[in-house]
């Protein structure tokens, strides 16, 4: 339910920035030119250092043109008509949580409407209960050619149907959200240029890797125009919460691993999570973001958790440390960027 949310949350900025005025003052635009020089840092009042810096490595990172900054967005009356890819756990959770906070969205000044949602099978029961005026669909076609939908919401996973989803979607103008990390690790620079191609669509994916600090919004607004070289942090938190209860209850790897799956932390097949493959697509697309360049996901060297033993957290406070499983990213020393 944690990644539904996310996604509603990343729904919601979309529909405040297609309705921010597209007008903008005089002031504004030059600032807006001045930035494609320059980056303008934040610095603690009464301070005196320079507050420019050249910004060929910003320049890079902006060019990805996927955030939505309701800043510079363009105002868009129309209603957000919303098809959705994958009727599952996930699915479900999107379409129940943008059911309950329709006032939010009302707030914002948005009208949003789940209009269809499509699925392998639309004779399978849901777990979430449909309104009347959303239809279930098992075409693909029946969403990406509806001119009514402007927006599509993929939650099926996998990189495969996701992958011609999102590029279709993209290449018809339609507005895309997607927590499909995978998807972004491998395919990113092919989005890129679809994006380029289509100004006018906006892609949100926030969710994909960490939502909740956020660290998509970051790099690619707040840390433009500093020099990153390095990334580390635990992006996982079913395998955090896996060995913090290793480690504070000496339990072993199953017991716990069955624990989470039964608490709904883990899935049915955790394989994902516990093997580090989640942590590799993570890491690898936060490294695009961060340092201009492209990370192969299959080329970021990937070690799970699941020969971790209850005893290896003996060792590791004897010698006064812990076992984390950690997304790190760092550029070589003789990098140019």
Do not use: W
């Not at 971790?308 to 010698?319: C, E, L």
């Amino acid at each position: 339910m944690k990644l539904a949310t996310l996604i509603f949350l990343a729904l919601a900025g979309l529909a405040r920035s297609l309705l921010v005025s597209q007008a903008k003052p005089k002031a504004a635009t030059n600032f807006a030119s001045l930035r494609a020089v320059y980056s303008i840092r934040r610095l603690p009042v009464g301070t005196s250092d320079s507050i420019v810096l050249p910004q060929a490595r910003a320049l890079a990172a902006a060019s990805l043109k996927m955030s939505t900054d309701a800043s510079s967005s363009p105002l868009s009356p129309e209603p957000l008509i919303v098809g959705m890819f994958g009727g599952g756990t996930v699915g479900g959770g999107v379409y129940e949580i943008c059911q309950k906070k329709k006032q939010l969205f009302e707030s914002l000044g948005a009208n949003i409407k789940i209009k269809k949602i499509c699925v392998k099978d639309a004779t399978k029961s849901r777990d979430f209960k449909l309104d009347s005026n959303t239809e279930i669909v098992t075409d693909f076609n029946a969403i990406l050619d509806d001119p009514e939908i402007n927006c599509v919401i993929e939650v099926m996973g996998g990189t495969t149907a996701a992958k011609d989803v999102v590029y279709a979607a993209i290449g018809k103008g339609k507005h895309v959200v997607t927590a499909n990390k995978a998807l972004l690790a491998q395919h990113l620079p092919e989005i890129q240029e679809l994006l380029a191609q289509n100004p006018g669509v906006k892609f949100g994916f926030e969710a994909a890797v960490c939502g909740g600090i956020p660290i998509i919004h970051t790099l690619q607004n707040d840390f433009l125009g500093d020099n990153i070289r390095k990334l580390l942090g635990i992006m996982n938190g079913t395998t955090n919460y896996m060995l913090t209860k290793m480690e504070s209850e000496g339990a072993d790897y199953a017991a716990v691993l069955a624990e989470a799956q039964a608490l709904g932390y883990a899935e049915a097949d955790p394989t994902a999570d516990v093997e580090g493959h989640d942590v590799q697509a993570k890491i690898a697309l936060a490294a695009k973001l961060a340092f201009g360049v492209n990370v192969p996901v299959d080329q970021v060297p990937c070690t799970g958790i699941s020969q971790i033993a209850a005893n290896d957290f003996k060792y590791a406070r004897a010698m006064g440390r812990t076992i984390k499983l950690a997304g790190v990213a760092q550029l070589s020393p003789t990098s140019g960027a």
